[in-house]
């Protein structure tokens, strides 16, 4: 089995997800767009993992590999093979598959919850009724068409979807531990700016690692989700 991830910048790795895949028995490889953009074939595949990023999906024009990574992406969906999309990861799935991606009225950025959609359909992960997740995020997107919708949070309508049974995309970080998440303060603290749904850098390193745990957990359960 291979799984292979698309990583946006040095600093937004795969976090706990590779103690999952190197349990699993996985090869894993990926594709840095930062350094070296080499896509591997579908087929070659077994699992697709999308990775966080700062930039936009419709940041083109400055990244003009997105174009090629979303083609990739839809061609996975559609070849069957399960994705995963973390935060810009997931975006850039509901970009793909036709969905828009827009500000959102406010930025999440720190430990907040999120909550399983009221909605739920049977067939679709199960979130938990409520549980506080990591979040850096500015943008959200509407859903593609087919997708459902699977969690939620007060200021932010789609913090998750699936696609089938295979796909998924998170609005937030499951991933994240404490070393991502001193990486991802260093890289982009100047976004720390006052606001109702921005914490301190102080608060987010705070964390226990009680709630890093509970996360990772989270995170193991939807990888799992897709092989039963």
């Known amino acids: 089995?291979?799984?292979?991830?698309?990583?946006?910048?040095?600093?937004?790795?795969?976090?706990?997800?590779?103690?999952?895949?190197?349990?699993?028995?996985?090869e894993i490889t990926s594709t840095q767009w930062y350094d070296s953009p080499e896509l591997p074939k579908i087929e070659e595949i077994d699992?697709?993992?999308?990775?966080?990023?700062p930039m936009s999906v419709n940041d083109e024009?400055?990244?003009?590999?997105?174009?090629?990574?979303?083609?990739?992406?839809?061609?996975?969906i559609e070849a069957g093979r399960p994705t995963l999309g973390i935060c810009l990861g997931a975006q850039l799935i509901a970009n793909a598959m036709g969905g828009k991606v827009f500000p959102n009225s406010v930025k999440e950025i720190g430990w907040f919850p999120i909550q399983a959609a009221k909605s739920l359909n049977h067939g679709?992960?199960?979130f938990p009724g409520e549980v506080e997740v990591f979040h850096w995020h500015g943008e959200t997107f509407s859903l593609p068409p087919g997708a459902v919708q699977i969690a939620e949070s007060k200021v932010?309508?789609?913090?998750?979807?699936?696609?089938?049974?295979?796909?998924i995309g998170l609005q937030f970080h499951l991933e994240t531990t404490s070393s991502s998440?001193?990486?991802?303060?260093?890289?982009?603290?100047?976004?720390?700016?006052?606001?109702?749904?921005?914490?301190?850098?102080?608060?987010?390193l705070s964390a226990s690692q009680e709630q890093y745990s509970a996360i990772n957990?989270?995170?193991?359960?939807?990888?799992?989700?897709?092989?039963?």
């Open 1 to 26: 089995m291979r799984a292979h991830y698309l990583q946006h910048v040095p600093f937004e790795g795969l976090g706990s997800i590779e103690v999952w895949l190197q349990d699993a028995g996985y």
């Open 47 to 53: 699992l697709l993992v999308v990775m966080g990023g």
């Open 124 to 126: 679709v992960f199960q």
């Open 61 to 76: 024009q400055d990244y003009p590999w997105l174009s090629d990574e979303k083609k990739f992406i839809k061609s996975a």
């Open 156 to 167: 932010c309508k789609n913090q998750a979807f699936q696609i089938g049974a295979n796909v």
């Open 181 to 204: 998440a001193q990486a991802i303060v260093d890289n982009c603290r100047d976004e720390l700016v006052e606001g109702e749904y921005i914490q301190a850098e102080a608060d987010i």
């Open 217 to 228: 957990s989270l995170m193991r359960n939807i990888l799992e989700y897709f092989y039963q």
